[in-house]
């Protein structure tokens, strides 16, 4: 059984990864413990660059907080050139896997918001209505009407993030 650490607490994000990891290795084939940790970036990050060393910084600080564990998985999400995603890194041993999400063009009333300095996901909540909305659909799930949320999105990135993980050619 893998032990693989969430740097998040958020059930979006954890619930991607949980998947991805049953998916790639089999149901019931990993112990996944959350952790809380700091990424070293804004709390709404800009740019591909800053997102992605949000994640990667997460991803370190977890294996100082679990040296014990397997895989150690982190989810960075932020916005570039006018629409939301993430990062997502996985480490084990001394392999990397990184991969962005797709991304979701923001409406301009939103992107205006966040560019004055107020997190999406605050955003979003004040103007759904939905309360803490980056820990369930997210902007993804009012966007697409519910085609896709934040954790599907997310999902298809840790499987691309797996790869390095479960295939020979990557050796």
């Known amino acids: 059984m893998h032990h693989v650490i969430c740097a998040t607490t958020n059930p979006a994000k954890i619930k991607a990864i949980l998947h991805a990891f049953e998916l790639i290795f089999g149901e019931a084939s990993c112990h996944m413990e959350s952790v809380v940790v700091e990424t070293g970036v804004p709390e709404q990050p800009f740019g591909s660059e800053e997102t992605r060393a949000g994640a990667r910084i997460r991803v370190q600080n977890a294996r100082a907080l679990k040296p014990e564990a397997d895989f150690w998985v982190a989810i960075e999400a932020g916005i570039d050139e006018g629409s ?53 659909e997210g902007a993804i799930g009012v966007f697409t009407a519910g085609a896709l949320t934040r954790s599907s999105v997310y999902h298809q990135a840790v499987v691309l993030s797996l790869s390095p993980f479960h295939h020979a050619l990557y050796d």
């Open 84 to 136: 939301t995603f993430s990062w997502v890194v996985i480490e084990r041993g001394d392999k990397r896997g990184e991969a962005r999400s797709a991304t979701l063009p923001l409406p301009k009333a939103v992107l205006k918001k966040v560019e004055q300095g107020e997190p999406l996901g605050p955003v979003m909540s004040a103007l759904t209505g939905i309360d803490e909305i980056g820990r369930k």
